[in-house]
């Protein structure tokens, strides 16, 4: 019997997804795991202040041709080291780039958010807690204030007082044999908005209702003199498929999603933000069109990026969520 359509990153059959949440629900990772034997990658900087590894694996021109996992953490780049986790377990597992009849070396890109809290704690996701993360992959994927979401915010254009929670949201969509499915962690400095262009989530005045960051900027207004403020942005985002796509064309991917995103969240890719989208292949099927995975990447992307911030708040009810059932 075929197993039921699951609406998220792991509609791709093979990827798996497993979170870490620290106890006191300000930080987290989220692995991405890929099928045995691997899978295709690239990704698009849309963002001017990333913290990344192993960013090198994923141009279309390097050497390694596939890539094992993602890792997507919080800690800023204190919690890059958590790579190191996901490294051992797939060591364990015998998977990662052949390099001798008895060694491999796993293929982990990981990117950051910054949400290392005020008081100065050394509270960062560390290489046990992404083995943990990988130790509880599957294909069910949590979302809201979890795993790499948990200590994310939105609307942090006037002040970290004035923003309002982030988080992690993932869709997925089917067309004949071709899925797919996207997963967002939402750390922005601008507003999340919806397909009507109002204000889901983002930067709220005195009075607690909403203001728009992008027109405070347009008249001026600054960010100078609030590190905090300038620093603790990023929105990070996976798109993934079963389509057979080469490495050129998953660059171009995951310029779709910084696309998709960059209508929704306002303003996105700025000096102050992260902003990075990784494209994933499987490689099983062919696609109807060039053009029809860019465009299925665009409404679950959107989706994705709305649930994230309505499940972090306590709720999914997604405007248009019956327009985003799998066909």
Same mark, same amino acid.
């Given at each position: 019997m075929k197993s039921p359509f699951v609406p998220a990153l792991t509609a791709v059959s093979g990827i798996a997804v497993g979170h870490w949440t620290h106890p006191s629900g300000g930080t987290g990772c989220t692995v991405i795991l890929s099928p045995k034997g691997g899978m295709r990658a690239a990704a698009a900087i849309r963002g001017r202040a990333t913290g990344t590894r192993e960013f090198d694996a994923l141009a279309p021109r390097h050497l390694v041709p596939h890539i094992d996992a993602v890792l997507l953490t919080g800690g800023s780049a204190y919690g890059l080291g958590a790579a190191d986790g996901v490294m051992r377990w797939l060591r364990e597992q015998g998977r990662g780039l052949p390099v001798s009849p008895t060694q491999v070396v796993p293929i982990v890109p990981a990117a950051v958010i910054f949400d290392l809290p005020a008081d100065g704690a050394a509270r960062w996701p560390r290489a046990d807690d992404a083995f943990a993360a990988c130790e509880a992959?599957?294909?069910? @994927?949590?979302?809201? #204030?979890?795993?790499?979401?948990? /200590?994310?915010?939105?609307?942090?254009?006037?002040?970290?007082?004035?923003?309002?929670?982030?988080?992690? &949201?993932?869709?997925?969509?089917?067309?004949? $044999?071709?899925? @797919? #499915?996207?997963?967002?962690?939402?750390?922005?400095?601008?507003?999340? !908005?919806?397909?009507?262009? !109002?204000?889901?989530? &983002?930067? !709220?005045?005195? $009075?607690?209702?909403?203001?728009? /960051?992008?027109?405070?900027?347009?008249?001026?207004?600054?960010?100078?003199?609030?590190?905090?403020?300038?620093? #603790?942005?990023?929105?990070?985002?996976?798109v993934a498929t079963n389509v057979e796509i080469d490495r050129i064309g998953l660059e171009e991917l995951g310029r779709a999603g910084c696309d998709a995103l960059a209508r929704r969240i306002t303003p996105y890719g700025t000096l102050f933000d992260g902003d990075i989208c990784f494209a994933l292949s499987t490689a099983e099927v062919q696609a109807r069109s060039p053009l029809q995975v860019e465009s299925l990447v665009a409404d679950v992307m959107a989706t994705a990026l709305e649930r994230a911030v309505r499940m972090a708040r306590g709720t999914a009810d997604v405007p248009g969520l019956a327009d985003h059932t799998p066909a």
């Open positions: 992959a599957g294909t069910t @994927v949590a979302e809201g #204030s979890v795993g790499a979401g948990a /200590g994310a915010t939105v609307g942090k254009v006037t002040g970290l007082e004035h923003a309002m929670k982030g988080g992690l &949201g993932t869709w997925a969509v089917q067309v004949g $044999d071709v899925v @797919v #499915s996207a997963l967002v962690v939402v750390n922005a400095l601008g507003d999340v !908005r919806g397909p009507d262009g !109002r204000i889901l989530a &983002g930067a !709220r005045g005195a $009075d607690g209702k909403p203001r728009d /960051g992008q027109a405070y900027l347009a008249e001026g207004g600054t960010l100078f003199g609030r590190m905090a403020q300038a620093v #603790s942005n990023t929105t990070l985002a996976v």
